[in-house]
């Protein structure tokens, strides 16, 4: 699974078409409003009532930035007033204190994951105030597989600032870099030097991260093959443990941000693939391995170890090196997964804030997943972490016969088997080398909420 796939530039173009990128499933568009804070309650009992309880893992959103970036989507909130950090805090605060009596005290936190937004918009002290928090209401795993990350900006982080998360416990770092090439900097309003993310990542190594990813997006305004080589030389020369590179979607009636990118400055189709092509090369010959959709791994990193022995997970946080846990989002907008079900938080700020002032859980929508999802969430999140099916295994769980119970997937599948993408065995359906880059098109045949019409149909980014 993990090898560099090859690069099939018309097939790409062909099912270059909007799906789901499977960080769940069902998706977050299948929330209802009909979920909310009592059922969430209900949820994280049945959860501590489990024979063996799961481990958790901990998300947190900080929604703050300094400044806008043109081309993203995230939930954020553009402000220099250090004081609404403060604010934002004191509440996030509060939300972790009425969430954590909900789970056993003695269930690890094997994972935690600070995201924004801007997480280092919050001053190291702050963060330290959030750590401590942390602590006293969860049990904080001290094992040395313990995961807590955080995402950085470079551009607001030192080298005395990575030693102090060091010292609360983060072992790895994901920097945004996108490109290096100053006209598509320029482009996209996130002008970062190459020195100041390089003094970032030799810092993450100086304090023992054990692990720091950078992301790249193609598809930026400006960009040329040329200047993305480049990007791709530097960051390769920086030698992260992991990378990730994002197709960007542009899709400004959504995001409001990307209005201001003239689409006109967009790479052609060709063009857009031309810069795909590239970076797959480029980290193949620099020995990464493909871990799925977008994400790439050296050997020894915990990524790749985890997709060799079985325990890669794909969930809100993207691929994790944890499959055995339950998720708990805090923060605006954030995303939980527990046991049976998917809560989301409120998306704007008021509403969230209104709802902890108010003495509530801030949760807005959610889903309890009947058996039919169980099992399609289990058939997808074999296929995208680990590129194969495996029916048999299946069936024993679920109590079906996989052919029959799934014909009307197997017969979507049959122009992908034909296409080469795909390749369906006594046992195993399996992505070929051809089709690891479709990954989320080859799932799309097992999701039964695209064949049912939508009263709202869900907008979605493109496959590549």
């Not at 062909?14 to 499933?25: A, F, L, M």
């Not at 280092?120 to 049990?139: E, K, V, W």
């Not at 955080?150 to 945004?176: C, M, W, Y």
Request: with cysteine; proline share 6%.
């Amino acid at each position: 699974m993990n090898t560099i796939p090859p690069f099939d530039a018309e097939l790409l173009r062909r099912y270059d078409r909007p799906g789901p990128r499977y960080t769940s499933y069902p998706t977050a568009p299948q929330f209802g409003l009909d979920f909310g804070e009592a059922e969430f309650r209900t949820c994280a009992q049945r959860s501590n009532e489990d024979p063996i309880p799961r481990r958790l893992s901990l998300y947190l959103h900080i929604p703050y930035c300094h400044s806008p970036c043109f081309y993203c989507g995230c939930n954020r909130v553009i402000t220099r007033d250090t004081a609404k950090g403060e604010a934002y805090l004191l509440r996030l605060l509060r939300e972790v204190e009425r969430v954590a009596p909900l789970f056993d005290r003695d269930r690890d936190v094997i994972q935690l994951h600070l995201g924004g937004g801007t997480p280092n918009f919050l001053s190291p002290g702050q963060l330290g105030d959030l750590m401590h928090c942390l602590a006293r209401q969860f049990h904080l795993s001290g094992s040395a597989q313990r995961d807590f990350s955080i995402e950085l900006d470079p551009r607001h982080v030192d080298a005395d600032g990575i030693a102090a998360l060091a010292k609360l416990g983060f072992n790895r770092a994901s920097l945004g870099v996108q490109d290096f090439d100053p006209e598509v900097q320029k482009a996209v309003n996130r002008i970062q030097s190459v020195e100041e993310t390089q003094a970032v990542v030799d810092a993450c190594r100086a304090h023992g991260f054990r692990s720091v990813n950078i992301d790249l997006i193609y598809g930026l305004p400006k960009q040329t093959r040329e200047g993305f080589a480049r990007t791709l030389d530097t960051v390769i020369a920086m030698r992260p443990d992991r990378l990730a590179v994002y197709s960007y979607a542009h899709l400004p009636e959504l995001f409001k941000p990307q209005r201001q990118i003239d689409a006109e400055l967009l790479p052609s189709p060709e063009d857009k693939l031309g810069l795909l092509q590239l970076a797959i090369e480029k980290l193949s010959a620099a020995g990464y391995r493909y871990i799925g959709m977008d994400h790439f791994a050296l050997p020894e990193d915990d990524l790749s170890i985890a997709q060799q022995r079985g325990g890669l997970q794909r969930n809100f946080m993207g691929y994790t090196t944890h499959a055995d846990t339950d998720l708990i989002g805090m923060g605006v907008s954030a995303i939980s997964a527990i046991g049976d079900c998917f809560s989301q938080n409120h998306r704007d700020l008021p509403s969230w804030e209104a709802a902890l002032d108010a003495g509530h859980l801030p949760v807005w929508r959610g889903l309890r997943l009947n058996s039919d999802d169980l099992l399609r969430a289990d058939v997808i999140q074999q296929l995208m972490c680990q590129g194969r099916i495996d029916k048999a295994l299946t069936e024993d769980r679920h109590n079906i016969d996989f052919n029959i119970y799934f014909a009307e997937a197997l017969a979507q599948l049959e122009p992908l088997v034909a296409d080469g993408l795909v390749a369906i065995g006594p046992r195993y359906i399996d992505a070929t080398s051809r089709g690891r880059l479709l990954l989320r098109i080859i799932a799309m045949c097992f999701d039964r909420y695209l064949q049912r019409p939508q009263a709202q149909p869900a907008r979605y980014s493109r496959a590549i």
